[in-house]
């Protein structure tokens, strides 16, 4: 039981610098304020931004090595977050917390 926590233990202090190191880049991001009135296209926007920016984040983590999934999903996260209160709009935030499973 000690020993898998280790392990755990241990490769999150690996990965750590390396989530932090990666952590600060900048991205463009384009967007139609008015689609995201509707629901359709507040959908279709969404989609379009999250996909920008898991091909984003894929570039910028792809020298980590065996952590890359993980880094990835954090690099996610925490775009999407930073996007969305940058757009602050109510349509894309319920969009990003139903994402997020909230």
Known sequence: MIRP????????????????ASDQFRMKIDYDRAALDTPATAQAEYDRIKTDVTER???EQANIGLATPIAIRFCEKRTMDRVDLAI???A???LHEADLGH
Do not use: Q, Y
Request: proline residues 8%; hydrophobic residues 65%; contains cysteine.
């Open 88 to 90: 602050d709009h109510p």
């Open 5 to 20: 926590l280790i392990a755990a233990a241990l490769a999150i202090g690996i990965t750590a610098p390396a989530f932090a």
């Open 57 to 59: 984040c894929v570039k």
């Open 92 to 94: 894309f935030s319920a």
